[in-house]
């Protein structure tokens, strides 16, 4: 089996064609691949079909640049430091987007179908809620399950009469993305992933998922990693590429290692509530600087270092908290 690629972001972001399936490691405001979700709007990817079980400040920003075809998750929002996503809502209300709402069970449950390598998982969750209502099947009202596209199923769900005790259960159906993007803390020189702090779906994501791309604050020695297995979280033949990066996952935060930047959120939540304002923030902290390094250059040693954390404590002790 091939061992994972050490490659610069732009090459493994350029990987990625028009029209592919994506999901993101991290949970809403943690450990999110920002550094990645900027180079994907430089790179101006199109019609990116997003699965996720929970949305967040970076597909918030996919949406506002017009990266996103389909959008299907449970919530996307950037938790106390802005509310929902504000482009992803106007773009919904303006019918700019496709989109496809499940509750978070069910979200989670496509990609871990997908991960053990079955069609789908069966669930009584949400029977009775609006979401299995076939009126609310935005895909099939949109002629899109058909079967000619690839990434979406002929059916939302199925409901299912189960033969051992008669009773009613739906089947939701696996979702397997081209792409996975992850940042973590570590990754080994041969893929092996440390994630420190809470996995989330991560695992789900990753197995589920045709090829990953994992983006990590350090590239150390496997034999560094083999000296306390446990704290591993997968082997390294799920890896296809490695890029070292720190602080890539700003403006959201990384166990241990920094702070979510609220002031910075809070000022992208506030400042894109139009495309107007989208594309002037776009201009200034994306296409304003050629790559993911001036963008540290831009914020400042000053800023980083004030939402890094403390080793000691495992968070930031210089931050202005309540």
């Not at 938790?79 to 773009?91: D, M, P, S, V």
């Not at 949109?142 to 259960?169: M, Q, V, W």
């Not at 495309?275 to 902290?285: H, M, P, R, V």
């Amino acid at each position: 089996m091939a061992r994972p690629q050490h490659v610069s972001l732009t090459e493994a972001i350029g990987q990625i064609k028009d029209g592919d399936m994506l999901t993101f490691g991290g949970f809403t405001v943690w450990r999110r691949p920002m550094a990645a979700i900027y180079e994907i709007i430089r790179q101006k990817k199109r019609s990116l079909h997003l699965v996720e079980v929970n949305g967040g400040t970076h597909d918030d920003m996919l949406v506002g640049a017009g990266c996103v075809g389909v959008w299907e998750s449970c919530w996307s929002g950037h938790e106390l430091y802005g509310k929902l996503g504000g482009n992803l809502a106007r773009k919904i209300e303006n019918k700019e987007i496709l989109y496809e709402d499940w509750s978070h069970i069910h979200a989670l449950y496509r990609l871990a179908a997908a991960a053990k390598g079955v069609p789908f998982l069966p669930t009584y969750s949400a029977i009775g809620c609006d979401m299995l209502n076939p009126e609310n099947d935005n895909l099939g009202k949109a002629g899109l399950r058909d079967g000619s596209n690839r990434h979406i199923g002929k059916h939302k769900f199925i409901t299912y009469k189960e033969p051992f005790t008669d009773s009613e259960i739906t089947l939701i159906p696996a979702a397997s993305p081209d792409w996975c993007i992850t940042h973590v803390q570590m990754v080994g020189e041969e893929g092996t992933v440390r994630v420190d702090g809470l996995r989330f779906s991560d695992e789900e994501a990753i197995k589920a998922s045709k090829h990953n791309i994992i983006i990590a604050e350090q590239v150390v020695p496997e034999e560094y990693l083999r000296r306390e297995p446990t704290r591993n979280m997968l082997p390294g033949y799920f890896v296809d590429y490695i890029v070292e990066l720190p602080w890539g996952a700003h403006p959201t935060g990384l166990y241990g290692a920094y702070e979510p930047d609220g002031p910075f959120i809070n000022d992208f939540f506030k400042s894109t509530r139009t495309q107007e304002g989208f594309d002037q923030w776009a201009e200034e902290w994306i296409f304003g600087v050629k790559d993911f390094g001036e963008y540290l250059s831009k914020l400042g040693i000053t800023r980083l270092e004030n939402l890094r954390a403390n080793p000691a404590l495992g968070y930031s002790s210089k931050l202005k908290r309540g």
